[in-house]
């Protein structure tokens, strides 16, 4: 099994501050055969399923703020919020899907 | 809209059995992987199951090896998770998810186990 690890567990920033969350495959979820990642980023508020942010690692999913980005490839990959809104306050998780499905652990985001 | 709806969640001793269903209704759901994702109260996400469009594959997490089967009914646009031999640590909400990346979720249906 590919194994996802996030970092760090929980941060509080300011609003309108940067936020940065790294996530860290065991293997490369990148495909030669269509020059993917494949890798996904949900946002989940509470009391809520999980919401697609990001496929293939950087595709913006429909709805999703352009202070929103998805970036990396192979085995490391970063979700940020350029500004963050108090609207943001989540738990973030990394999801591959390059093989049976398996997430991270999730990244609590919180307002200091 | 993609909706997806689950039901069948209910408080069961351990040992017991359950069978969740899933109604897909928005999108032909024929063409595409279906499957569970389960979270435990307060913790983070837990893949479970997939089956493929034609049911042909099915995948399972190792913990539910042997105990859950997954099944689908495209006539219907459903999708089933038969548990068995239920334990204190199946406890959880079930989602249900379409496509194999687990594209879209639905609200989920809470499965207690407990005597």
């Known amino acids: 099994d590919i194994v996802m690890t996030q970092s760090p567990d929980s941060l509080a920033v300011s609003l309108g501050e940067r936020a940065t969350i790294n996530c860290k495959s065991s293997q490369s979820l990148f495909s030669s055969s269509n020059n993917k990642n494949f890798l996904t980023w949900f946002q989940q508020k509470p009391g809520q399923p999980p919401k697609a942010l990001f496929y293939?690692?950087?595709t913006r999913g429909s709805g999703v703020p352009d202070r929103f980005s998805g970036s990396g490839s192979g085995t490391d990959f970063t979700l940020t919020i350029s500004s963050l809104q108090a609207e943001d306050v989540a738990l973030y998780y990394c999801q591959q899907y390059y093989s049976i499905p398996t997430f991270g652990q999730g990244t609590k985001v919180e307002i200091k | 809209e993609v909706q997806l709806v689950e039901s069948g969640g209910a408080l069961v001793q351990p040992g017991g059995s359950l069978r969740l269903s899933c109604a897909v209704s928005g999108v032909p759901s024929s063409d595409t992987w279906l499957g569970w994702v389960r979270q435990a109260p307060g913790k983070g996400l837990e893949w479970v199951a997939n089956i493929k469009s034609d049911g042909s594959e099915k995948n399972y997490v190792d913990s539910v090896k042997g105990r859950f089967t997954i099944s689908r009914d495209n006539a219907n646009d459903s999708v089933y998770l038969q548990m068995k031999s239920l334990r204190v640590e199946d406890t959880a909400l079930y989602y249900c998810?379409?496509?194999?990346?687990?594209?879209?979720w639905g609200q989920g249906t809470l499965v207690t186990v407990s005597s």
């Open positions: 998810t379409r496509g194999w990346g687990n594209d879209w």
């Open positions: 293939w690692a950087s």
